[in-house]
């Protein structure tokens, strides 16, 4: 059993940086890829970014490749996503997700997900 809990979120004007994170409470973390999907105002919740159980692969939706950078710290049982030169339609509530297996980009592939942070990005 893994439980997410996220932050970082807030409102911000475009071009600026954010950082979000998402700690995971278990003794496992290391052994799970972890994800982060965002869901905007009546839309499907997307895929953003994934990251391996070691860091060593990452994977980016087309949209926010070479902004945003997914990392981890399995020493501290979280996962990062630093937002670079946000968008207003990057507006959406971010969650992290958690997998027992390798990466997906695939909302139905994770099996544990927190509550979400918000983020709200102005023009």
């Known amino acids: 059993q893994v439980q997410l809990v996220e932050s970082g979120g807030g409102l911000v004007q475009a071009g600026v940086s954010l950082k979000l994170s998402c700690v995971a409470s278990g003794r496992t973390f290391s052994s799970y890829a972890m994800g982060w999907f965002r869901q905007a105002p009546g839309k499907e919740r997307e895929f953003v970014a994934a990251i391996s159980w070691s860091g060593g692969n990452t994977y980016y939706t087309g949209s926010v490749k070479g902004r945003f950078t997914i990392s981890r710290d399995n020493l501290k049982n979280t996962v990062y996503l630093q937002m670079n030169s946000l968008k207003p339609e990057a507006t959406a509530v971010y969650y992290c997700?958690?997998?027992?297996?390798?990466?997906?980009?695939?909302?139905?592939?994770?099996?544990?997900w927190g509550q979400g942070t918000k983020v709200t990005v102005s023009s």
């Open positions: 997700a958690a997998r027992d297996s390798g990466t997906s980009n695939l909302v139905a592939a994770y099996k544990y």
